[in-house]
């Protein structure tokens, strides 16, 4: 199933795991969208005439065995007039009150919801939700208890009220390069090589670099779990597992278009994003030194870029200025390239034409478009909590993942990029 994205006209964008529970059994929950109409109804048939800065939905209170962050954040607050508290999905009414202030669920700013409405009209049942709307009953805001959480959670909110422009025309394809990468991802561990296929596909005013493994592997998952559901005979829906050993592949996807002085990269980090970066000049230096590599002549060109001494070999009678990866802008396809302590080497694989009218370069629609600045920090926070980081993207997507592109998807940092400037 494809990965949904929320519209960018949604009056309210809910996120749970603003608190943590310590509830020992896991709940299955289906996310799906949350209609400000619905929470709106909700209030008025519970006659809250009350406009606090602050709408806070907690669920599954009175867990017995456990008392969550949420509700010692209530005991603490409840009097607080800017805070209106809902409590939804509560396990025991009994239980839960006698554990709270005399007469705390009788103030004014708190509504129980015994029929548990808010649960089904799509919140959250496992996490509580902080929702601020202004006047207009528009979105402000969202907050988390955890400093680790607010980063991400401020950046999400960002994305989702922010449109960037990204606008470039369809290229034909004409031509496709293969590559091999070779990549000492771990610069201690020197034995350990990381290989994975890749294409570069070429049109006459742009060219994209992807991994072919990662089109590859996302084709096998999907055939795998298809078969897993078909042969599926227990009851209920089909229970299926994401096959064993996966690659660990690429997750960026790199657009070069030469009228322009920068890379388009969409990047998968459980949702698929958007942005640019500067395409500086690269300062070749052309040698005399010629060879072949298989049946194409090739000249060396050296140069220093992104923190890398690049040797790589260009063929002139291919006329394409661009090469693996973000090499680029000498008068021929880059054919092969390195750098002089091998730890990064794109080996030639294959080159072909096409005629095909229909295979065309063109930018993704269903995309988050983003600043560079941000998808840093997203990634920083990615490195840091990568627990939290993949609690709160799942449920940005709603719950709903893509198999195969989630397939070989890693949260760990590389000590030893290809871009050795990516974390200055």
């Known amino acids: 199933m494809k990965?949904?994205?929320?519209?960018?006209?949604?009056?309210?964008?809910?996120?749970?795991?603003?608190?943590?529970?310590?509830?020992?059994?896991?709940?299955?929950?289906?996310?799906?969208?949350?209609?400000?109409?619905?929470?709106?109804?909700?209030?008025?048939?519970?006659?809250?005439?009350?406009?606090?800065?602050?709408?806070i939905v907690i669920p599954n209170a009175g867990c017995t065995g456990c008392i969550s962050d949420a509700e010692k954040e209530f005991k603490e607050t409840y009097q607080n007039a800017d805070n209106l508290y809902i409590f939804t999905g509560?396990?025991?009414?009994?239980?839960?009150?006698?554990?709270?202030?005399?007469?705390?669920?009788?103030?004014?700013?708190?509504?129980?919801?015994?029929?548990?409405?808010?649960?089904?009209?799509?919140?959250?049942?496992?996490?509580?939700?902080?929702?601020?709307?202004?006047?207009?009953?528009?979105l402000l805001s969202l907050h988390s208890i955890t400093e680790s959480m607010k980063t991400l959670i401020a950046f999400i909110v960002f994305i989702f009220n922010t449109t960037l422009a990204f606008s470039q025309a369809a290229d034909l394809i004409i031509a496709k390069a293969y590559y091999t990468l070779q990549h000492t991802k771990d610069s201690t561990k020197k034995d350990s090589v990381h290989i994975e296929s890749m294409c570069l596909l070429l049109g006459k005013n742009s060219s994209l670099f992807y991994s072919y493994d990662r089109e590859k592997q996302g084709i096998e998952v999907e055939e795998n779990l298809s078969k897993q559901e078909k042969n599926w005979t227990g009851p209920g829906l089909p229970k299926t597992k994401m096959p064993q050993n996966l690659q660990q592949i690429t997750p960026e996807n790199i657009y070069t278009y030469q009228n322009t002085n920068k890379f388009i990269i969409t990047e998968y980090l459980i949702q698929d994003y958007l942005y640019e970066e500067p395409r500086e000049q690269i300062n070749w230096v052309l040698t005399q030194e010629n060879k072949k590599i298989g049946n194409v002549s090739c000249q060396k060109a050296t140069a220093n870029y992104k923190g890398r001494n690049w040797i790589v070999w260009f063929a002139q009678d291919i006329p394409f200025e661009t090469g693996p990866w973000k090499l680029n802008g000498l008068p021929g396809l880059i054919i092969e390239a390195y750098d002089t302590k091998k730890e990064v080497q794109f080996i030639f694989a294959g080159f072909e034409t096409t005629t095909q009218t229909d295979l065309k370069i063109v930018l993704p629609k269903n995309v988050l478009k983003v600043n560079l600045s941000d998808i840093k920090k997203l990634k920083q926070t990615m490195y840091k909590d990568s627990k939290s980081f993949l609690l709160l993207q799942v449920q940005a997507t709603r719950g709903i993942i893509d198999a195969k592109d989630f397939a070989g998807f890693s949260t760990k940092k590389i000590n030893n990029p290809i871009d050795l400037t990516a974390n200055n």
């Open 3 to 55: 990965k949904k994205f929320f519209s960018k006209n949604m009056a309210l964008i809910l996120f749970g795991s603003l608190f943590l529970f310590r509830c020992q059994q896991p709940i299955e929950h289906k996310f799906g969208d949350i209609n400000k109409t619905d929470f709106i109804d909700f209030l008025n048939k519970n006659k809250i005439t009350l406009k606090p800065k602050k709408y």
């Open 90 to 138: 509560i396990s025991d009414l009994k239980l839960f009150s006698n554990s709270l202030p005399k007469n705390a669920l009788k103030s004014k700013n708190v509504i129980v919801d015994t029929n548990n409405v808010l649960i089904s009209i799509g919140f959250n049942y496992i996490y509580p939700s902080i929702i601020e709307l202004n006047n207009s009953q528009k």
